[in-house]
């Protein structure tokens, strides 16, 4: 598997429209899924040994940042048939087993993960009511080990963009295992 960091994407980025449906064929728009103070996107999987780590904390900060006004929607863009444990079946598995409280979506086409650059899982992105990237970086600074994190990066973006402060302006990179692309055939 191999370990790659996030892209350093400029902040004020535009989000990229997209529409994805979830393991059991509903439909959702980046339109629609958008809070009243942002959305929070992030592209990760099932089998990933960074994105299973991290699921437990990014469902927490979906959790958390619900009633703020802040939506969370995650996406996966290893629907790959070399990867079976990412498969839209095993993905419907996981919501109910981990209590995934958000739309976690289907990239099968991986337009939208392409779209937004995205390069690991997990790959998480905040994006303020204007649909504008504020925060594109790790979860907190501890992947491995959550009793020794000191910093929850994600979660202090998504408090400081609630509560209309700045967020911190050096952001460090997600890091996680390389989205498993499927090769593009010319015609």
């Known amino acids: 598997m191999a370990l790659l960091e996030s892209l350093d994407i400029p902040l004020g980025t535009l989000m990229p429209a997209f529409e994805l449906k979830d393991p059991s064929s509903a439909v959702y728009s980046s339109e629609k899924l958008c809070g009243a103070k942002g959305l929070l996107v992030v592209f990760t999987c099932n089998h990933c040994p960074y994105a299973k780590a991290v699921w437990p904390r990014v469902i927490r900060i979906g959790k958390y940042a619900k009633p703020l006004g802040i939506n969370t929607?995650?996406?996966?863009?290893?629907?790959?048939?070399?990867?079976?444990?990412?498969?839209?079946?095993?993905?419907?598995?996981?919501?109910?087993?981990?209590?995934?409280?958000?739309?976690?979506?289907?990239?099968?086409?991986?337009?939208?993960?392409?779209?937004?650059?995205?390069?690991?899982?997990?790959?998480?992105?905040?994006?303020?009511?204007?649909?504008?990237?504020?925060?594109?970086?790790?979860?907190?600074?501890?992947?491995?080990?959550?009793?020794?994190?000191?910093?929850?990066?994600?979660?202090?973006?998504?408090?400081?963009?609630?509560?209309?402060?700045?967020?911190?302006?050096?952001?460090?990179?997600?890091?996680?295992?390389?989205i498993k692309w499927r090769d593009v055939k010319s015609f």
């Open 73 to 178: 929607v995650a996406i996966n863009p290893n629907v790959h048939p070399d990867y079976p444990e990412d498969a839209p079946g095993e993905m419907k598995k996981k919501i109910k087993e981990w209590g995934i409280p958000f739309p976690y979506l289907i990239d099968e086409s991986q337009d939208v993960a392409r779209t937004f650059k995205a390069q690991c899982t997990p790959d998480p992105y905040l994006f303020d009511a204007s649909k504008r990237l504020v925060y594109h970086g790790r979860v907190d600074d501890n992947w491995q080990d959550e009793s020794k994190v000191k910093v929850q990066d994600l979660k202090n973006a998504v408090t400081a963009l609630a509560e209309g402060k700045p967020i911190a302006p050096e952001q460090f990179p997600a890091m996680g295992c390389s």
